[in-house]
């Protein structure tokens, strides 16, 4: 189980409200994909996960074109990558493929990865502005 730790943190408080919305929204992803047998339960995990993501993204990118932020060309990009991993995910749900933990836990800690990567350079930008 992942838990919201201070190195997630942007400092952002909006930025950090959703991300933490996130790490709570994948453990019940992660407890559904544990479960196996509970395809519906699953279904719901993703689309909640599915729907967060997609909401979160141009949220994020509204805030980085109001402050001027000129990674956002690049991160805009990742966002991209990360969505159609998302997407392809719920999709293969959809088709009535089984989704696999495995599969949920590489795109969680894509994620995680993104956030440290990716959103933090961001925040530190804001510091700095
Ligand atoms: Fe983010
Ligand atoms: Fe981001």
Known sequence: M?????????GNPAIDRDHQEL?????QLKAAAAGGD????LSHALDVFRDHVLRHFPTEESEMEAKG???????RQAHAVLTSLVVDLVGK????????YSEVDQLAQALYRHILLDDKPFAVF???A
Do not use: C, F, M
């Open 2 to 10: 992942t838990r919201w730790t201070s190195d997630l943190a942007t």
């Open 69 to 75: 932020y000129p990674g956002l060309p690049k991160h």
């Open 23 to 27: 790490v709570e929204i994948v453990d």
């Open 93 to 100: 749900d959809n088709s009535g493929a089984t989704v696999l």
């Open 126 to 128: 804001l510091t700095q």
């Open 38 to 41: 509970q395809k519906a339960r």
